[in-house]
DNA sequence: TTTTAAAATGCAAGCGTTTACATATTCGAT
DNA sequence: ATCGAATATGTAAACGCTTGCATTTTAAAA
């Protein structure tokens, strides 16, 4: 019997450590449940031999593949990126791997890298936002995959998510800038379709000016896709208008440096012609000059929350509850009150 | 026979169309292998039994996982995170899926990301930086894993890389800072503990220095674990000397943005008081005020080469071959001449 | 010692695919 | 119609592991 196998498996473990191929199993897995002596024999035995086990058996045989799918707009820019490493450093604490998978901001793209993710046998999925296609929810749920939404809490979800309550949070912010005294404000929105964090953050602001007494229709708002270059469009666009906004407020962070990069390349000053307010306190936000005025979002805390909650979920069957983060809004030197020209 | 299967199996479609699993089987992995009758017959069965193959037992059984890690030393800050993107995006087109870990920079968890990794039956593995333990080589060696370095292109190194010279690419930056006639320069560089790329930037300057007939000793280095504030803190340090700089390298934008930061805090005018210059050209680097002067790197191109060359390698066998990809200085605001103050 | 419960180990049946190989079907040429 | 080659399909054996259950060993109690 000449065994040219390339790499050993459980079985040649077994044989020359004299024991049963169970016993090897629940010695790599449950060592506890082994005696000492054996479990010396054993791992001596997985040592000489190299051996290392098989992932698609293993998974095969437990009917769990200890990964966790997380499925993001962008890994490109930052705003997604601290709130995943701490994810993932969380889930590896927990004997997880994330698997991450990215849509470029495309509700079919997400569709499909469900799908794939799911057929990777994910045990649960990471989501970003409320917003999606019924079918997805359904497809989840007859595949017996959970799913935790971040990145938003919503009291009107029955969806768990661990993350923060996106118009509120905006709402707090407008409510001071329109106390400084702006009546023209604008908003670079974020596409808003699919897109429920986006699109709360923008009646965050019509919030704030309902209860300033203000009138919604006041509030000028662009919708772009994400990126700097795409904030500064937009922003010229608002500041070749004859009415000009004395605020702007921007979906996030990456829109409104953008926005402020143009906004010097127009010489227009800031925050004494215009003053601009971001979203979600990235590295960008203090790097920036003037340094943003912006909502802060506790990334790594979502991200890590999820994580334990994901964890407890697949490994002991809690139940998914949401949690609500708190946001604060940080005030650096983009935002100045109104000042007569 | 009350099946009470939760998810329906390549059996349950077979039954269902009336066929054998193997004909299942080829109608889902070479639909041109099969009657368009049957292959009708079988679509409409896996529609109706909302049946989603296996993944375990599919890797199992067919040996692979489709699946190639990415392992770098972390997502949370820009730097990799473009090439990533990039990375996966290509992935996809071939039919791969990506898996990501981080290592924050530290050589043991990098060693036990790779072994997870492998573990989970990643076909091949994207490494950043050469310089590692031997040992790691020699495990991916008998586990016959194949892997691409990237992020560094080192004519002198026979391991398969796709990347750029970072020492070249450092020297012409340098070689231009130098003709400004900068005399007193110093470089704030990531760890170069196991870290080759580090290092190699490192002697880029030397090699300018020499080249200039200038003492190599007249670098002052500070080497600073990565981050912003890290990269504020080593210029305050450096600044903070009897003899001041009057250009200061950074290994990277991230730690030139801290810099940057931190001349704007201690009232230190740059360019004139001093020079900064960065390395990668992330975005970051355009939105710093005034913009910084970096290095460009093709990152975008540079994770779409490696994916690639790995998808080939993994499905026909194409062996890796080595590609340098080139870099070039970009010269924006942070840079000027010395100035007698 | 003997008895008994508990702990350790072994046995063997899956887990859901893929894929040689065997068998059946189709179709064009005779 | 008949035959053969080509094409389509079926059969069944892996693949390497986990785990419920049966069996053996150990250790504590009598």
């Known amino acids: 019997m000449n065994k040219t196998r390339i790499t050993p498996t459980l079985h040649d473990v077994a044989a020359k450590a004299g024991v049963s191929t169970a016993t ?3 010695c790599l897995n449950f060592p506890d449940r082994v005696t000492e002596r054996t479990r010396n024999k054993v791992m001596a035995a997985v040592k000489v031999l190299g051996y290392s086990p098989n992932f698609g058996a293993k998974v095969m045989a437990a009917r769990r593949t200890n990964t966790i799918g997380a499925i993001i707009p962008t890994m490109e820019n930052a705003i997604f990126a601290r709130g995943l490493q701490a994810f993932q450093e969380e ?4 004997g997880f791997t994330m698997l991450v998978a990215s849509t470029s901001y495309s509700a079919d793209i997400e569709a499909e890298q469900i ?3 799911v057929g990777r046998g994910a045990d649960a999925l990471l989501l970003i936002g409320h917003d999606r296609d019924p079918d997805i929810y359904e497809f989840l749920e007859t595949q017996g995959v959970p799913s935790l939404v971040t990145w938003a809490f919503d009291p009107n979800e029955t969806r768990p998510s661990v993350g923060f309550d996106n118009r509120a949070a905006m709402q707090s912010m407008a409510t001071e800038v329109l106390r400084l005294g702006h009546k023209k404000v604008a908003l670079i929105s974020a596409m808003t379709a699919r897109n429920d964090r986006a699109l709360e953050r923008c009646k965050g602001i019509q919030d704030a000016m309902v209860l300033a007494g203000q009138p919604t229709e006041d ?3 662009i919708e772009t896709p994400y990126g700097i270059e795409e904030g500064a469009d937009a922003f010229k666009l608002l500041m070749q208008a ?6 702007v407020f921007c979906g996030n962070d990456v829109l409104a440096v953008g926005a402020l990069r143009q906004a010097r390349d127009m010489g227009i000053r800031v925050p004494d012609d215009v003053s601009i307010i971001g979203f979600d306190d990235i590295e960008l936000a203090q790097i920036a000059y003037p340094p943003l005025t912006t909502v802060h979002v506790p990334h790594r805390e979502m991200g890590q ?8 979920m697949v490994t002991d069957g ?3 509850k949401s949690i609500e983060l708190s946001t604060h809004p940080v005030f650096r030197g983009t935002l100045g009150p109104v000042c007569a020209k």
């Open 305 to 312: 929350r999820a994580a334990i909650a994901l964890a407890a």
């Open 24 to 26: 090897v199993s629940r």
């Open 242 to 247: 004859p009415e000009k906004p004395t605020a």
């Open 219 to 221: 509030l000028k708002i």
């Open 115 to 117: 799908r794939a993710l």
């Open 91 to 94: 889930l590896r604490q927990h």
């Open 318 to 320: 809690v139940p998914l």
